[in-house]
């Protein structure tokens, strides 16, 4: 046995619950995401139910440090989704319009402190909610329903504009959404991504991801590839190809 120790770059996914879903039946765009890039990157989900930027914020240094940093291919932040609930109604996850927006400066600030470039990082705006649907929800877990569109869409645009200030790149899920008369289907409970919306989403990550992966060569030969009669000829060699 024998060979380098084969190091995969790593797109990070992080997040709340929609990212913390993605690779679920519904919420499978982290799934489409691991598809899409299979022998190029490792698609990692760092996703945590219920949490709002002001926690992520803490935690983030925890998950990425420079030590990991250097391996990172893509980076993506998709929060909002419980910053922007009701202060009234559910003061434990909303954050404030104007802290949501620092505190997602603050933690570019932190990556770029740590070697992740303006170039691998995309910002996903929070998605449309709809509200009537989440309501039911809601009545089902004995909650208030603390939803409102409008507000989902303050803090998409709050996404937009920290990219712009920062220099990355935002998706700007809840506009195209907003486009789209049936944009109620891409939810599955009028919060959390249903297969559409999975789907939809990950047609606007794909291009992106691509831009910043295109050049990573492929890990391992194709099977193809392989010499039969002697293996390790071609399996202990460099591990990167230009193709599978």
């Not at 084969?6 to 879903?21: A, N």
């Not at 490792?42 to 002001?54: H, I, K, L």
């Not at 980076?75 to 109604?89: H, M, R």
């Not at 989902?152 to 899920?173: F, M, R, S």
Request: aromatic share 8%.
């Amino acid at each position: 046995m024998g060979g380098e120790l084969i190091v995969w770059p790593q797109v990070i996914l992080f997040g709340d619950s929609i990212t913390q879903f993605n690779y679920g039946n519904d919420g499978c765009w982290g799934a489409l995401l691991a598809d899409q890039l299979v022998r190029k990157c490792d698609v990692v989900n760092r996703g945590f139910s219920g949490y709002n930027t002001r926690w992520n914020k803490v935690i983030l240094p925890r998950i990425i440090q420079k030590e990991n940093a250097s391996n990172i291919a893509v980076f993506v932040l998709f929060l909002g989704a419980n910053d922007s609930n009701k202060a009234e109604l559910n003061p434990m996850q909303h954050v404030p319009l104007t802290e949501f927006k620092e505190n997602i400066i603050k933690m570019l600030e932190y990556l770029g402190s740590v070697g992740v470039g303006k170039e691998k990082i995309i910002i996903v705006s929070p998605p449309a909610s709809d509200e009537s649907a989440w309501e039911v929800e809601c009545i089902k877990k004995d909650r208030p329903q603390t939803k409102c569109n409008l507000m989902a869409g303050e803090y998409a645009e709050g996404c937009e504009e920290v990219a712009a200030k920062c220099g990355v790149t935002c998706v700007q899920l809840y506009k195209a959404m907003m486009k789209r008369p049936d944009w109620r289907n891409m939810l599955n409970d009028g919060l959390h991504l249903s297969r559409e919306g999975s789907i939809f989403l990950h047609s606007m990550l794909e291009p992106l991801i691509e831009e910043c992966t295109s050049k990573l060569p492929y890990i391992l030969p194709g099977w193809a590839s392989v010499d039969n009669t002697n293996p390790q000829a071609s399996l202990l060699g460099s591990p990167y190809h230009e193709q599978i």
